[in-house]
């Protein structure tokens, strides 16, 4: 069984950082892209950034400048360094993997149960 397990969300305020991780556990033999979403409340789940197996990199126009997303392949394991936190940026935070290959095979559109980010003004 696989499972994408996140960690690192809690309370900051204004300006403050987080580093959110995402560890897929199970036996993998490779993860294509990974990316996180974020969900705030009355809100539908968007992108925030997404990064390659080579380590291409993608981010939403709100996080640009301020949010970093990385990877560890060795340990099936991405990053989100989140710096010059907003209030607004309030949200729960999954990690997402399209595609995971397995020893049961191929596992489509994997997510993490979500981690809670709060900024407080």
């Known amino acids: 069984q696989v499972q994408l397990v996140e960690s690192g969300g809690g309370l900051v305020q204004s300006g403050g950082s987080l580093r959110l991780s995402c560890a897929a556990s199970g036996i993998i033999y490779s993860i294509d892209a990974m990316g996180w979403y974020r969900q705030a409340p009355g809100n539908r789940r968007e992108l925030v950034a997404s990064i390659s197996e080579t380590y291409r990199t993608n981010y939403a126009d709100f996080v640009k400048g301020r949010f970093t997303i990385s990877r560890d392949n060795a340990k099936n394991t991405i990053y989100l360094q989140m710096n010059s936190l907003k209030p607004e940026d309030t949200a729960v935070y999954y990690c997402?993997?399209?595609?995971?290959?397995?020893?049961?095979?191929?596992?489509?559109?994997?997510w993490g149960q979500g981690t809670q980010v709060t900024v407080s003004s």
């Open positions: 997402n993997a399209p595609y995971i290959r397995t020893n049961m095979g191929l596992l489509k559109d994997n």
